[in-house]
């Protein structure tokens, strides 16, 4: 049996390189979003989910990077990082779709009790950035 995971995609008009920048670059998720990704770009890096205060929500490891294409990363609340059946993994595909981006989220191997939420984080995230790089104004 496969482990749960969530799927979301969405499309977005825009360009890859914009589409990777708006989910790699820490000032400008902060633009659209109450949190900021912060990142070592680079297989191994550490990755994390930053609070406004600098406290983090979720911590991960890079495990793939192929700019401005994809990434892929652990993903853990902060005191189950060591714990295996706790950490999940999150792919981001970045793809043109005809004349818009296509946004593809795929999260896996969540803990059972992770699904709501991953769902929600997701949707919310996907939202929030197509409206940011279709409007160019920071989100509140």
Avoid: N
Avoid at 2 to 21: N, R
Avoid at 98 to 117: K, N
């Amino acid at each position: 049996m496969d482990a749960p995971k969530v799927v979301h995609a969405v499309e977005i008009a825009s360009l890859p390189e914009l589409v990777w920048v708006a989910l790699t670059d820490a000032e400008v998720t902060g633009r659209y979003r109450d949190r900021r990704t912060v990142a070592d770009w680079e297989r191994g890096g550490v990755w994390r989910q930053q609070r406004r205060d600098g406290t983090a929500d979720f911590l991960g490891t890079i495990l793939e990077i192929d700019r401005p294409r994809r990434f892929v990363h652990t993903w853990a609340r902060p005191g189950e990082t060591g714990a295996a059946e706790r950490t999940s993994v999150v792919e981001v595909d970045i793809a043109l779709s005809g004349l818009r981006v296509r946004v593809t989220v795929t999260h896996r191997d969540l803990p059972d009790d992770q699904l709501d939420e991953a769902a929600r984080i997701w949707t919310r995230l996907l939202t929030d950035l197509r409206t940011y790089l279709e409007s160019g104004l920071p989100l509140d």
